[in-house]
């Protein structure tokens, strides 16, 4: 088949470039850690004390007061 200038399929070298699914998981990745960075501030904003892992109490939730404008 070298005779007439083709090339078997298995041949072709492939390059080490980034495909779509490299650029998928990195998109995915920045959401996550956007999501999180969003879910960990509104937790301490509601959390007791300002800490975004402490839980409220049942019947006992104290929230921050807004502040004035």
Do not use: C, H
């Not at 960990?40 to 049942?58: C, D, F, H, I, M």
């Not at 019947?59 to 004035?68: D, T, Y």
Request: charged share 15%; glycine share 10%; aromatic share 8%.
């Amino acid at each position: 088949m070298s005779k007439f200038g083709m090339q078997m399929p298995a041949s072709r070298k492939r390059s080490a470039s980034p495909d779509v699914f490299t650029a998928l998981a990195v998109i995915a990745t920045v959401f996550l850690a956007v999501g999180l960075m969003v879910i960990y501030t509104n937790g301490a904003k509601v959390g007791k004390g300002g800490e975004p892992w402490s839980l409220q109490e049942a019947g006992n939730i104290q929230l921050p007061k807004p502040a004035e404008r």
